[in-house]
T-cell receptor, first 115, second 112 residues
């Protein structure tokens, strides 16, 4: 149990376009979802925390207008990278926390490449 | 802010060798400490955790002891297997199950 999926697993987009990444909890309801970014050979950096039905809380230095997060339901959160640029290329990982538990369960990640 | 420093990898071992991956942290108060593992193509999984000083977390033959005096949480396993090949992340949280701060990860490769 406690499986989290991400879609797509990898995506290539052109500079200036927007791309949406989905994070789903497959067998549990997630009251909180987290979005992380990971650069090569570096640690995961928390970008934002989202609670179902409310606005996301962004970490310092993360542009909320560039990285739009929507936690539309208890099983789905989306991250939209707007007007993507090559420096946005990275590995994006989500995690989800069930209502009845406090542990975070991680998705497999999405590799974004902006050309 | 909080930070976690892990032993740099990659680490390459033969099967049945002893494993140590060092982890030290900087945090105020009494953080909780975690080790996560990421197998190829999969998401991070919680391997073990400790929530107070001198606690020992253990799982699948891996162990780590919360040492407040040295601010360390080193991961150990007495005899590694090929299936242990993965990336290991040390992490800290100000309170149990709160926001996680990760180390940079250590790649472990175990050869037959």
């Amino acid at each position: 149990g406690a499986v989290v999926s991400q879609h797509p697993s990898w995506v290539i987009c052109k500079s200036g376009t927007s791309v949406k990444i989905e994070c789903r909890s497959l067998d549990f309801q997630a009251t909180t979802m987290f979005w992380y970014r990971q650069f090569p050979k570096q640690s995961l950096m928390l970008m934002a925390t989202s609670n179902e039905g409310s606005k996301a809380t962004y970490e310092q230095g993360v542009e909320k207008d560039k990285f739009l997060i929507n936690h539309a339901s208890l099983t789905l959160s989306t991250l939209t990278v707007t007007s993507a640029h090559p420096e946005d290329s990275s590995f994006y990982i989500c995690s989800a926390r069930p209502r009845e538990d406090y542990e975070q369960y991680f998705g497999p990640g999405t590799r974004l490449t902006v050309t | 802010g909080d930070s976690v420093t892990q032993m740099e990898g990659p680490v390459t071992l033969s099967e049945e060798a002893f494993l140590t991956i060092n982890c030290t942290y900087t945090a105020t108060g009494y953080p909780s400490l975690f080790w996560y593992v990421q197998y190829p193509g999969e998401g991070l999984q919680l391997l073990l955790k400790a929530t107070k000083a001198d606690d020992k977390g253990s799982n699948k033959g891996f162990e780590a002891t919360y040492r407040k005096e040295t601010t360390s949480f080193h991961l150990e396993k007495g005899s590694v297997q090929v299936s242990d090949s993965a990336v290991y992340f040390c992490a800290t949280s100000r309170r149990s199950y709160g926001k996680l701060t990760f180390g940079q990860g250590t790649i472990l490769t175990v050869h037959p």
